[in-house]
């Protein structure tokens, strides 16, 4: 089993659609959690770091639940501009500081 | 700002060369990370380096070596390059998970 598993899509949906992407996580002793975006042929760039109580960016709401061991990133009013493909992480200072990406989901917003 | 700074951003090898992939950055972080991307795939861990002095595996560190030459800098080394080493390569440095990438380093065995 992957240390970390998204389900890849891709999410076609129309703009100003809400639309929600999940990820979760073997190592129940991962300590934090984040979402990156990656636009096509980019390096990735952290979108928003994710706590236990849930937290809200704008558009973007991160939540995480430890007891299931899975996190999720919900977008409201999709813009075109949304489109890119967005990977989780998974941060344990276990084993000396890894980082673990998901294998990413795409999201492509139409008109 | 720099931030994290790879070379080559492209490179063509023949079955068998070698070549070092460098990645040096500037935000005095103590973590740095390899890893590869190919299509599907998502990012996979190479290797990493959670400090000056230490190296460890990640998921797929077979056919790579890596050196932290200090604070700054981890470099990747393919010693008998394969075209299954075909891929995006990015290294990373974070602050507690929080990851700066290189613009990546596109490498095509044939």
């Known amino acids: 089993r992957k240390e970390v598993e998204q389900d890849p899509g891709p999410f076609n949906v129309p703009e100003g659609a809400t639309v929600a992407f999940n990820c979760t996580y073997s190592?129940?002793?991962?300590?934090?959690f984040f979402w990156y975006r990656q636009d096509c042929r980019k390096e990735p760039k952290l979108l928003m770091s994710v706590y236990s109580s849930g937290n809200e960016d704008g558009r973007f709401t991160a939540q995480l639940n430890r007891a299931s061991q899975y996190i999720s990133l919900l977008i409201r009013d999709s813009k075109l501009s949304d489109s890119a493909t967005y990977l989780c992480a998974v941060f344990s200072t276990g084993g000396g500081n890894k980082l673990t990406f998901g294998t990413g989901t795409q999201l492509k917003v139409e008109l | 700002n720099a931030g994290v700074t790879q070379t080559p951003k492209f490179q063509v090898l023949k079955t068998g060369q070698s070549m070092t992939l460098q990645c040096a950055q500037d935000?005095?972080?103590?973590?740095m990370y390899w890893y590869r991307q190919d299509p599907g795939m998502g990012l996979r861990l190479i290797y990493y380096s959670a400090s000056e002095g230490t190296t460890d595996k990640g998921e797929v560190p077979n056919g790579y070596n890596v050196s932290r030459l200090n604070k700054r800098e981890f470099s990747l080394r393919l010693e008998s390059a394969a075209p299954s080493q075909t891929s995006v390569y990015f290294c990373?440095?974070?602050?507690?998970?929080?990851?700066?990438f290189g613009q990546g380093t596109r490498l095509t065995v044939v």
């Open positions: 990373a440095s974070t602050v507690q998970g929080r990851a700066f």
């Open positions: 935000m005095n972080h103590n973590s």
């Open positions: 190592n129940s002793a991962s300590q934090s």
